[in-house]
């Protein structure tokens, strides 16, 4: 976006003159918001700091009405800057998606798609989607990306569309169900309880556990499940990687508690499921892609697949 030049004609009130305002100086104001130091925002621009700072001062004049106060070095915005700041992102997205809209038709469904989702699926159930994506639109370049800050993403439009559990409603965000699944204790063929085919809640209090770290969306998920039940789990070992934790599990180091789907598909002849026979918890999946966002043909194929795998875990 940052070499777009678009002219937007703005009307001044004050003696009905046509006025001229480039979006290049839109992204540059942006850039002056987020750093909040005209130096530092010149130097991410590329451009020296004079010249940043005369295009804000003919911002400005232009508008009739500062956009910053200047204490000293610093600069803060005024509340005229924080709402021309509103109204600038949003018109730089409606250009975008515009220019999304028409690239669809330019290059024949060629483009980029980015989509935010959370590492152990990444890991181990999503390839066969991609695969069938890719099939089907050859031309369009797919970048995943593993995150425990999918629905962030989405919101700062990082990511194109994200797979998810289930969060607060966001008027900002499509949400489309995908499916719920169970979480179940999950041993090596090794461990005590190995031939155990159900445990009761309580039971876990017993057992030690290998999980994800404390702020991971499926760790929060279950530790609020336990305080529900008055305990927590005694986790003596705590890994990022999935990987890592089957790994771990698989040399009885401890047990872990993951949903059911996702050991079906690791395929690991050596880990044991427990289930729970007692209000097991579960985990609810979602697709989203943020209310105001262009959906290209390709985008709508992927949601598309991406639903018809999670209800009937085919592609």
């Known amino acids: 976006m940052n070499n777009t030049i678009v002219s937007i004609k703005m009307i001044n009130k004050t003696?009905?003159?046509?006025?001229?305002?480039?979006?290049?100086?839109?992204?540059?104001?942006?850039?002056?918001?987020?750093?909040?130091?005209?130096?530092?925002?010149?130097e991410k621009l590329g451009i020296s700091q004079p010249t940043l700072s005369q295009q804000i001062r003919g911002l400005e004049d232009e508008l009739g009405v500062p956009l910053f106060d200047r204490v000293g070095k610093k600069i803060v915005m005024t509340q005229a800057g924080t709402l021309f700041l509103e109204h600038c992102v949003q018109m730089i997205r409606h250009l975008q998606n515009t220019q999304d809209a028409l690239a669809e038709f330019r290059n024949d469904q060629r483009g980029r798609l980015v989509i935010g989702v959370l590492p152990s699926d990444l890991d181990y159930r999503i390839t066969p989607l991609l695969v069938d994506f890719h099939a089907r639109f050859p031309k369009v370049?797919?970048?995943?990306?593993?995150?425990?800050?999918?629905?962030?993403?989405?919101?700062?439009?990082?990511?194109?569309?994200?797979?998810?559990?289930?969060?607060?409603?966001?008027?900002?965000?499509?949400?489309?169900?995908?499916?719920?699944?169970?979480?179940?204790?999950?041993?090596?063929?090794?461990?005590?309880?190995?031939?155990?085919?159900?445990?009761?809640?309580?039971?876990?209090?017993?057992?030690?556990?290998?999980?994800?770290?404390?702020?991971?969306?499926?760790?929060?998920?279950?530790?609020?499940?336990?305080?529900?039940?008055?305990?927590?789990?005694?986790?003596?070992?705590?890994?990022?990687?999935?990987?890592?934790?089957?790994?771990?599990?698989?040399?009885?180091v401890g047990g872990t508690l993951l949903p059911y789907p996702l050991i079906q598909a690791m395929n690991e002849p050596r880990l044991r499921c427990i289930r729970i026979t007692d209000d097991p918890p579960y985990r609810h999946f979602e697709i989203i892609h943020r209310s105001d966002r262009y959906l290209t043909q390709s985008a709508k194929a992927f949601i598309e697949k991406t639903i018809e795998y999670f209800n009937h875990g085919i592609v």
């Not at 994200?162 to 090794?190: F, H, K, M, Q, W």
């Open 15 to 42: 003696n009905d003159r046509g006025e001229f305002m480039e979006i290049r100086q839109m992204e540059n104001f942006i850039t002056v918001c987020e750093e909040l130091h005209f130096t530092r925002a010149a």
């Open 141 to 252: 370049q797919l970048k995943v990306v593993s995150s425990i800050y999918v629905v962030n993403q989405v919101l700062e439009n990082e990511v194109d569309i994200g797979i998810e559990i289930t969060s607060a409603p966001d008027s900002r965000l499509v949400r489309i169900p995908l499916c719920s699944e169970e979480y179940v204790l999950v041993v090596s063929e090794n461990h005590d309880w190995a031939e155990r085919g159900t445990i009761g809640i309580q039971e876990l209090r017993d057992i030690q556990t290998v999980m994800f770290p404390e702020g991971f969306t499926g760790r929060e998920l279950v530790d609020g499940y336990c305080r529900k039940y008055g305990f927590t789990l005694n986790t003596i070992m705590e890994t990022s990687s999935a990987t890592s934790i089957i790994s771990l599990v698989k040399a009885n």
